[in-house]
């Protein structure tokens, strides 16, 4: 079973990886070529449905031009992330 805060992580991650990704004006699509990411996996993790590895935010922070400490949330905006209800609960 998975720990709500490795989900929360995770989640506050991709929102840190799309918010760079609009800052620097770029399309998934665009990053995902440049970083050598595959853009189905691209969407995948920036749903927060997997997470990022290391090698894969040292490319985004390369093709985005910023450190990938970027992308490591704090602690107060982890708690913010909202999770899906559970199923049957």
Do not use: C, H
């Amino acid at each position: 079973m998975r720990n709500s805060r490795d989900l929360r992580v995770r989640r506050a991650v991709a929102v840190e990886v799309k918010a760079a990704i609009e800052r620097a004006g770029k399309s998934v699509t665009e990053v995902a070529a440049a970083s050598g990411i595959a853009q189905t996996t691209l969407y995948r993790k920036l749903k927060g449905d997997t997470a990022f590895n290391v090698d894969e935010m040292s490319s985004l922070a390369r093709v985005l031009g910023v450190e990938a400490r970027r992308f490591m949330p704090d602690a107060a905006t982890v708690a913010e992330v909202r999770m899906p209800e559970a199923v049957g609960q």
